[in-house]
């Protein structure tokens, strides 16, 4: 199951689970549109639209509040 990081490791903006707008790689790093634009800037893997979470799925099991900064 994903992470679901709750914020840009570049520029720290909200991520929320529910919501689109967040790249992720296979390796779970989080990022969002207007800070990457190629592939992953910590592993150089393939960045991809992060998919949301919500109603009972976010309830049952709920994203995480660690923020991640590099």
Known sequence: MLQMRPNCEICDKDLPADMAGALICSFECTFCTDCVDGP???????????????GKALETHPASTKRVLK
């Open 40 to 54: 992953c800037p910590n592993c150089g893997g393939l960045l991809t639209p992060r998919p949301t979470r919500v």
